[in-house]
């Protein structure tokens, strides 16, 4: 079995890499704050002391960091994975980063005999801490073939979808999905309170129905009860939204629902709410209306 490595057990990173120690890979892990490892050690895992160590351990290393510059550093940076990876490593960046820099990265990795692929994720804390993920592939079909044993242990949905830089382009387009939906389940469980329904009942009434979507199904009851804590933070969503707005205007696209929904974030962000929940954009619907959706 490949030896895998893993860096960065934030809300994603953790389940993933969970799920790949149960799945029986031997796998060493790696975060900036080091507690953060503790619940993986005793678990079985491998604690690494850098970047560059995780990687003079793995065969396959993991990343799931934060934004663009966060995968730089620890691939490039003082004891990044370039350090310590041996020729014929194989990176996964399961970030969501912007993909013309993905190309960049796997070019430099090429370079040094290390292929990558970008294979960012969908599904929530929750998919990542049952192996459920949505996971989009881009890079060589013989890397993905290679990948393919280690991500079955993360994911359901494992889908490659092109060369390097198209997973994290799939990526994009998933997240118009995920915002316009939350807008829609915030604008209809509105329209519900206003109307005097009980707003458990109207969401068992209609989410298997065809306006059914994820986010109305797993973050609806999250906001009638009033829980914002984060499956995926305002801020880190923000991230992805401008993402998605720069590769709107280099392709001149007009995205107006997305645009829409990163300018109602922002609202949310000025108010120092960046830490919560992105299903939290239903307190943006409810200070317009001047109504609370609890039930
Ligand atoms: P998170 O809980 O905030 O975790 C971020 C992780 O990145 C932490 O382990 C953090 O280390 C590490 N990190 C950030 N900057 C770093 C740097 N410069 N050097 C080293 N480590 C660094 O975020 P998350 O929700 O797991 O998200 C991680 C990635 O997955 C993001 O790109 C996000 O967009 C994507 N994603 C998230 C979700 C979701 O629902 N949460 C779903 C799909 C995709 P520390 O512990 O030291 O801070």
Same mark, same amino acid.
């Given at each position: 079995m490949e030896r895998v490595g893993v860096i960065g057990l934030g809300i994603m990173g953790r389940g993933m890499a969970a799920n790949i120690l149960k799945a029986g890979f031997p796998t060493t892990v790696w975060n900036r704050?080091?507690?953060?490892?503790t619940p993986l050690v005793e678990a079985g895992a491998a604690a690494a002391t850098s970047p560059a160590d995780v990687a003079r351990h793995s065969d396959i290393i993991l990343t799931c960091v934060s934004d663009t510059p966060d995968v730089e550093q620890v691939l !490039?940076?003082?004891?990044?994975?370039v350090h310590g990876a041996a020729s014929g490593a194989l990176v996964i960046d399961s970030s969501t980063i912007s993909p013309n820099a993905t190309r960049e990265f796997a070019e430099k990795l090429a370079g040094r005999g290390i292929a990558m692929l970008d294979a960012p994720v969908s599904g929530g804390s929750e998919g990542a801490e049952r192996g459920t993920l949505s996971v989009m592939v881009g890079g060589e079909a013989a890397s993905f073939e290679r990948a393919l044993p280690m991500l079955n242990a993360i994911g359901k949905t494992i889908t490659?979808?092109? +060369?390097?830089g198209s997973g994290q382009s799939t990526k994009l387009v998933n997240q118009i999905l995920c915002v316009a939906n939350m807008l829609a389940a915030s604008e209809a469980l509105l329209l519900a309170k206003a109307s005097g329904l009980d707003l458990e009942r109207t969401l068992q009434a209609?989410?298997? *129905?065809? &306006? *059914?979507s994820w986010m109305l199904n797993n973050r609806g009851p999250q906001v009638i009860k009033r829980d !914002?804590? +984060?499956? !995926?933070?305002i801020d880190l969503q923000q991230k992805d939204l401008r993402l998605v707005l720069e590769a709107a205007d280099e392709l001149g696209l007009p995205l107006t629902l997305t645009s829409m929904c990163h300018g109602m974030y922002n609202v949310l962000q000025r108010q120092?709410? &960046?830490?919560?929940?992105?299903?939290?954009?239903a307190r943006a619907v409810e200070q317009l209306a001047g109504i609370v959706i609890e039930g």
């Open positions: 704050t080091a507690s953060r490892m !490039f940076g003082e004891d990044g994975v490659h979808v092109g +060369p390097s209609v989410g298997g *129905g065809a &306006g *059914g !914002f804590r +984060p499956g !995926f933070t120092g709410l &960046g830490e919560e929940g992105n299903h939290a954009l």
